[in-house]
């Protein structure tokens, strides 16, 4: 059964940076697509970031384009999401995605196009 393990949560100032890892316990997963997602108290999971199995390809939600960046090394099949100017809207528990696929498509946004999760780490950004 395929893990997902994300570190580098905590807590940090508002303009402040955090680095989320993620990494996963076969390189099948880690060939594929990898997605970031968040979710805040009281609201639904939301899509934050994704990219390609090559890595080639990035996609990002309009809240934080300028801000975050996603980036994968397949040899040590870790994902990561580097945030920069971290804000208070930005508190949520985030989760790290993975699917089979290798590309970008409608699916990239969708928690159903993802077929495991990670556990999630807790990011919260104080005022």
């Known amino acids: 059964q395929v893990q997902l393990v994300e570190s580098g949560g905590g807590l940090v100032q508002a303009g402040g940076s955090l680095r989320l890892s993620c990494t996963a316990s076969?390189?099948?997963?880690?060939?594929?697509?990898m997605g970031w997602f968040r979710q805040a108290p009281g609201k639904e999971r939301e899509f934050v970031a994704a990219?390609?199995?090559?890595?080639?390809?990035?996609y990002y939600v309009d809240s934080v384009k300028g801000r975050f960046t996603i980036s994968r090394d397949n040899a040590k099949n870790t994902v990561y999401l580097q945030m920069n100017s971290l804000k208070p809207e930005d508190t949520a528990i985030y989760y790290c995605?993975?699917?089979?696929?290798?590309?970008?498509?409608?699916?990239?946004?969708?928690?159903?196009?993802?077929?495991?999760w990670g556990q999630g780490t807790q990011v919260t950004v104080s005022s």
């Open positions: 076969t390189r099948t997963f880690s060939s594929g697509v």
């Open positions: 990219i390609s199995g090559s890595g080639g390809t990035t």
């Open positions: 995605a993975a699917a089979r696929r290798r590309l970008l498509g409608s699916l990239t946004t969708l928690t159903e196009g993802y077929d495991n």
